[in-house]
Structure formats: C-alpha cells, structure tokens
C-alpha cells in the first residue's frame, strides 16, 4: 500500500467534505488520518490516505481536476514512512487565557528548549461576552523527551503561563 499526503483549501460551502471523502473512496483510497476545518470562511482539508498503487496514481491524476472544479488549491506529497517513532511520554498541554499575540510562540519556545515534540497544535478564539474580550484555547499533543523531569517542565510552563495570565492544564494523555 501506498500513502499520500492530501492538502487542499477554498472557499467553504457545504458538501465539501462529501464530496472529497466520496472521490477519495470511489477510486479506493481509504483516509487513515485528516483534519478539515472552516477557518473564516476558507475551508481546510489535510488528509493522509492510503492506496494501492494504481488507485495513487489515478489519484494524483483525477485530484487536480475535483480541487481545480471544487475551487480549491491541493498539494500532493508522497508519504515516507517515519524513519522511527520519537520516543518520549505522551502529554495534553491545554491553555486558556485572554486573547493576545505571542502566546503561541512562547509557549511553543519553552517546549523547544526542552526539545518537547509538538504532533499536534489546535487553537481557536471564542467570544467570552463574561470577560470583555476574546477567550483563546490552546490544545497541544506532545511528546515529551523520556529524561526529561516532568516537575522541572511543568513548573516553568506554569511560571510562563502565569506572567501570560494563562490557565493551564498539563497532564499525560
């Protein structure tokens, strides 16, 4: 079997995913990893599938034409395996605050210097009429390197987030 890295984005409507989840399966590829989201009316599909070799390349054929009729950019990348699965401690990393730049780079800088593998990163704003302004939520999967002390890592997190005004939830997943 072979893998193949799908991203594609435009303008929201609804059926989007129907219909791109439909060709997928038609021509007999099955997604084994994705994520689609409207961000502000552009919608955004990134999807791993996995097909046999001659459904691939009728893909990488038909693709282009379903995005360019769909109204969406695509990329395809072919998808290597990983050479070997990082080792470490699965974490959720999860804060929420007041809205305001930077929070996400420095956050993401304290776990850089720990050299803390982010695998995944969603963060949104939600209106909090209670509060005056935007609530920002940061949800992060980690790995976190096997010698490195949790208390340590938790603590300047916690100290980061506090002089952030940051509520943090830190916690194995």
Known sequence: ???????????????????????LHTNGANVIDSRMVNLRGQFAIIALIEAGEEAVAGLRHSLPALAE???????????????HPLRGIPFKLKTYSMDRPGIIFQVSD?????????????????SAPFMGTALFTMERRLTVPPNLP????????QSLCDSLNCDVDFEPA
């Open 110 to 126: 304290v776990l850089r210097a720990h050299a803390v593998n982010i695998e995944e990163l969603v963060a949104h704003q939600d």
């Open 69 to 83: 009729e769909m109204g969406l950019s695509l990329t395809l990348i072919d998808a290597e395996a990983a050479p």
């Open 150 to 157: 949790i208390r340590a890592l938790r603590s300047e997190i």
């Open 1 to 23: 079997m072979n893998q193949l890295i799908i991203n594609a984005m435009g303008p929201d409507r609804p059926g989007i995913v129907g219909q791109f989840a439909g060709h």
